[in-house]
């Protein structure tokens, strides 16, 4: 009887091993470790690529060639709703390339450029007046201050600004005025991000 008594024990005992042993499970069945879908202002530049890893989509550019159009936009808050930028040839200058496809709600800062219309492939002339067109990338996100990145890159950005010996600017003074040209025959080829987009996706 006894050791009757012990097989429905044992066999609990190995069904949870089994379960706590399944990737990405944790006890009462929950996804360990998954994440807020919040995200947090980074305020760093340094190693920003390593963070926001470029896609087979990214064309090379060379920033001095934005000599087209441009569009002046306000943005009131951090963070401006725009997802990834890439720094063109030789590290100069920087492409929008993700913009949130949606504004969830009145005054939403995450919805600022869908709601202003930033399009992926401009690329940043200016910051309050200041011309970055073809200053270095590192510099231009520092200032512009706008990363949107997950909680857990907070140690590494810690670790990455004292490498590379400090900021490379301070953050620009919101409201922040940017202006975007964008490049005569350039054919961007990056993704649109629909209003069903979500941080879980990325």
Known sequence: MAVAQRRPILALCLAGTV????PG?????????????????????AEYQERQSPRDADLPFDASAATGDTVDVS??????????????NGGKGAM?????????????PQG?????GVKGGWVVKTINGQDVQTEDFNTIMDLLDDEVADPR???????????????????????????????????????????DWEPAHR
Do not use: H, N
Not at 19 to 22: F, G, K, M, P
Not at 96 to 108: A, C, F, N, T
């Open 25 to 45: 499970q944790g006890f009462v069945g929950s996804p360990a470790g998954r994440l807020s879908s919040s995200r947090v202002v980074a305020r760093v530049g």
């Open 112 to 116: 600022q450029g869908f709601a202003a």
């Open 96 to 108: 929008v390339q993700e913009v949130i496809g949606k504004s969830r709600y009145p005054g939403d």
């Open 153 to 195: 890159f907070s140690k590494s950005v810690a670790l990455a600004i004292e490498k590379q010996g400090g900021r490379k600017a301070q953050p620009a003074e919101a409201p922040i005025a940017i202006t975007y040209a964008t490049i005569p025959g350039y054919a961007w080829k990056g993704e649109v991000l629909g209003a």
């Open 19 to 22: 379960l706590c042993l399944l």
């Open 75 to 88: 943005f009131k808050k951090r963070p401006f709703g725009i997802l990834r930028y890439t720094p063109g």
